[in-house]
């Protein structure tokens, strides 16, 4: 069985942020993850995480101002300077927090020239922070449309491109089934690459129990894969975040 992280960006946010990681562990959540980090000092998130007793095993780059915003900067040409702005402060943070990923975010964008424009920046990232864990999570047009890395095909080629040991594939089962409506399937062929996998229900992207997903089958494919990272709750809860987190224990 996996284990298992919470979402602060989605879950518990009945509390203040601050109040999120105490909240996830009487929960039974065994880390956290926060999106966009940016709105409180880091010192202050740190020491939140240490009372907890909670490592924090993921950070998005870059934007903070993540509603209405722009969502991310990373494939849009002529947005480099931007990028390497808004990436070293993502490190800053991830730094002080401790943060084992960085997910770096590609932005909305098309075409080859955006595909070249993430590689570079990938590269440079990669090689600015080597000791820094990164991921690119393939998105669903969905969600997000006009989102440049849509397709897991296009995440494992762009991987293979960069070459970087520090840079690998963040799985999210939810995005996985709009984009090829089969999460076992992508998990087969693609698994190998994680470093870092999220889940919610489909369709309505509420607690990952029930709905069209079997994520029973999902997880013991983990395991069977030899997976060691967490897997995180990334959804909106239907309810109170602890009337639906019978599913960490299911």
């Given at each position: ?58 950070i998005n780059t870059p934007p903070p101002n993540w509603t209405g915003g722009d969502r991310g900067f990373a494939a849009i040409p002529g947005g480099e ?34 595909r070249d424009t993430f590689v570079r920046n990938l590269i440079w990232a990669s090689e600015t922070a080597p000791e820094q864990p990164l991921t690119i ?114």
């Amino acid at each position: 069985m996996p284990r298992f992280a919470a979402n602060l960006s989605m879950l518990f946010r009945e509390y203040p942020l601050l109040e999120r990681p105490a909240a996830a562990r009487d929960a039974g959540f065994a880390a956290v993850e926060i999106l966009f980090p940016y709105d409180e000092p880091g010192h202050l998130i740190r020491d939140a995480l240490e009372c907890a007793g909670l490592p924090l095993i993921l950070i998005n780059t870059p934007p903070p101002n993540w509603t209405g915003g722009d969502r991310g900067f990373a494939a849009i040409p002529g947005g480099e300077d931007r990028f390497r702005h808004d990436f070293r402060r993502a490190l800053r943070y991830a730094q002080v927090l401790g943060a084992t990923h960085i997910h770096v975010m590609a932005g909305v964008a098309q075409g080859p020239e955006a595909r070249d424009t993430f590689v570079r920046n990938l590269i440079w990232a990669s090689e600015t922070a080597p000791e820094q864990p990164l991921t690119i999570e393939p998105i669903n047009p969905h969600d997000i449309p006009g989102y440049f890395l849509n397709d897991f095909d296009l995440a494992a080629e762009i991987l293979d491109t960069v070459g970087a040991p520090n840079l690998a594939l963040q799985f999210d089962a939810y995005h996985a089934h709009r984009i090829t409506g089969d999460v076992l399937a992508a998990w087969s062929q693609h698994g190998h690459r994680a470093a870092h996998v999220q889940v919610a229900g489909y369709p309505e992207r509420h607690e990952p129990i029930g709905g069209e997903i079997d994520y029973s089958a999902f997880f013991a494919a983990l395991d069977a894969k030899g997976y060691a990272g967490y897997v995180s709750g990334e959804y909106t809860p239907a309810d109170r975040t602890e009337d639906g987190i019978g599913w960490i224990t299911a």
